[in-house]
Structure formats: structure tokens, C-alpha cells
């Protein structure tokens, strides 16, 4: 069997920066991990309870922290701030106290700040999300790879490949699906590659979404 890596740590410090930046001594260091994760876990939670949308797309495509020693500034890449902005104008204000509070940051000013994304279908995280969405609605697995791929296509990546992988059509025994669009060098370190893994729960049962997107080679 090939041995998977995740391309994204495959990548880092060529064509893939961290998406947290700070220092801390040894002992503070899993303090701080564990901080991230909570806050993004925090914001995406917001996200989802205070955003109507019809396709059930958050559109966060990542959350990059920076941390100083009087402030954290969080940065949230989304694909359709508008969404979030129109349903609760004073939305990024609120999510900002609701994290204060969570993280009682008394010494420390927290600072939120959202960003729009380009391409948003060129994003993993937004596709899964899409697809995570039309697999919900019993729509058929090939139908929503194929349109994921179609939406793609629009946002000019060079390649892309989807596996969808548990349950799928609600069978009986789990199976493994994919589908390549165009090329993705997984080997190839000078390729950007965009990855992402997703969980969806069905009424079937959980199923595993994972997607390779080819931007381009440095």
C-alpha cells in the first residue's frame, strides 16, 4: 500500500505556511495548541448557528492566529462574508466579546478580522462543505463529486480529486469512491496543493470527504 501524508505538512516552509503564528516556552507550547483549537472551534460554531444559508455552506476556508504578547489577532478567510455580514451586522463585534469572554483575556486584546477569498470553490474546505451539504439532501454521491468538480473548474485549478469514502447511497457494506479531475502531483513538493478532510454525519452513518486541489506548480 502507498503510505499517505498529509499534503499540507508534506509542504510547509515551500509552498505552505502555518496557520498559527507565535512563540512559547516548552511548557506553555500545548497551552497555546490547545487555545487554537478551542478558538477556532469557537468561531466556527458561531458561524454555523448565525448563518442562514440555503446550500448549508459556512465558507470558512481557514483561520490563521497570530499571537503577540498583549494581543491575539485572528484572521477568518471566508468565501461569503457578505452572508455573515447581512444576517448579523454586528456580527464580527459579537463573536469578538463572545471570545473574550471564553478566553478571559485580561491582559490580552483580541482582535478579529475577515477576509474574502477570491475563488471560494477553488478553496477545499468550502467544496467539502458543498458536497457535505448535497449528501445530507440524499442527493447521489457522483452527481455532487461531479458538480463539486464543474464549480472548480470555474476557479481555473489545474487539477482536483475527491474521495468520498463510509456508507455511501446508504449500502450496507463501506466503500471508497473517488474521482480526478485534471493532475495532482501529491510527489511533487513544488506543486501547491490545497487538502482538506471532512467529516459528514448522514442519517446512513458518518461518511469521510477528502480533497486535492492543484493550484499550481512554483
Known amino acids: ?22 512563540f512559547s516556552k516548552p511548557k506553555n507550547y500545548s497551552e497555546g495548541l490547545q487555545e487554537d483549537q478551542k478558538i477556532r472551534d469557537c468561531i466556527k460554531n458561531y458561524v454555523q448557528k448565525n448563518m442562514r444559508t440555503s446550500s448549508g455552506v459556512e465558507g470558512i476556508a481557514r483561520i490563521e492566529i ?34 473574550q469572554k471564553e478566553f478571559n483575556c485580561v491582559n490580552r486584546k483580541l482582535n478579529i478580522a475577515v477576509t474574502r477569498i477570491g475563488k471560494p470553490y477553488g478553496n477545499p474546505n468550502i467544496l ?19 458538480k463539486a468538480i464543474e464549480l472548480t473548474e470555474q476557479a481555473d485549478t489545474k487539477g482536483i480529486q475527491i474521495q468520498i469514502a463510509g456508507r455511501i447511497d446508504g ?33 446512513y452513518g458518518v461518511l469521510g470527504i477528502k480533497i486535492w486541489i492543484f493550484i499550481d506548480e512554483e
Open 1 to 22: 500500500m502507498g503510505q499517505k501524508i498529509n499534503p499540507l505538512g508534506f509542504r510547509l516552509g515551500t509552498t505552505q505556511g502555518h496557520h498559527s503564528l507565535w
Open 66 to 99: 497570530q499571537k503577540r504578547i498583549d494581543l491575539i489577532q485572528v484572521i477568518i478567510f471566508m468565501g461569503f462574508p457578505k452572508l455573515l455580514i447581512e444576517s448579523r451586522p454586528r456580527g464580527i463585534e459579537e463573536l469578538q466579546m463572545t471570545l
Open 171 to 203: 449500502k450496507e457494506i463501506a466503500r471508497v469512491e473517488w474521482i480526478r479531475e485534471g493532475r495532482v502531483p501529491l510527489q511533487t513538493i513544488r506543486a501547491k496543493i490545497d487538502y482538506c478532510s471532512y467529516t459528514v454525519r448522514t442519517i
Open 128 to 146: 467539502a462543505e458543498f458536497i457535505a451539504g448535497q449528501l445530507k439532501n440524499r442527493v447521489s454521491f457522483r452527481k455532487a463529486m461531479k
